[in-house]
């Protein structure tokens, strides 16, 4: 049985190490799951964020990395259990000149510019806070947006708190701004998805997932690429969080 996963370039989740081997926290995850529900041949696809959902609905590969669930998402594929909650953040350039803490601060400052990838959650929370569409750039990949904020062409890049937190720290002219929690409290859920016809994939991969996540070994080895016990503990303190819990969130 081959099992085949497509990712895309976002470090510390997945992407493509200076060996030409891809790696990262969710696909390191993947690995031990599948290996655990007895797939003997992992087989990876490079590919853009925008192709994740159209490829695994059309069958170009089994499964996707985990991406957040939203309702839209939810009538395309089938995701499996959330594997973690995560925070929005800011990347933007050192010392932060125009002072962008949030949406808000994005939204009520007419000469900023925001730069996210296209399709992502972050665009709906940008035009929830009030940002214009002249305010959001869209880029094809993280690494393209990272370019831009370096070269001043937008004021801040907006991800995932923990992912800009790896982006920073490979960068001394950048930081990475955590975002406060929304009003509700909740944050995110990001889980793995699959083709809506592929069942029993599906439900091999959440038995493993519910006997997995939390464990000590899962802590160590996320640990290892900066994802913390808060981002773990969303998912898995509560026996009953369940993704119908979740994707009411649209963000």
Known sequence: MKVRIAYIEEPPFYWTGPDGVPTGADLELADVVLRAIGVP????HL???EELLPGVQQGRWDMNVPIFVTPERAELVT??????ALGD??????GNPKALTGYKAIAARGDARL???????QIDAAKSSGAADSQIVLFNDQPSAVAALLSGKVDAYAATAVGNRELAAANKELEALAHEKGPDGRVPVGAF?????NHDLVQSVNRQLRAYLGTADHRARMARYGIEAGEIDGVVASPGVTLD??????K
């Open 79 to 84: 995701f499996s259990e959330p594997v973690w």
């Open 193 to 197: 998805s699959f083709n809506q016809g």
């Open 115 to 121: 730069g996210v990838v296209g399709g992502t959650i």
């Open 47 to 49: 590919t853009s964020f």
């Open 245 to 250: 819990m979740n994707v009411e969130r649209k």
């Open 41 to 44: 041949d992992i087989e990876h």
């Open 89 to 94: 953040g800011f990347l933007v350039a050192r």
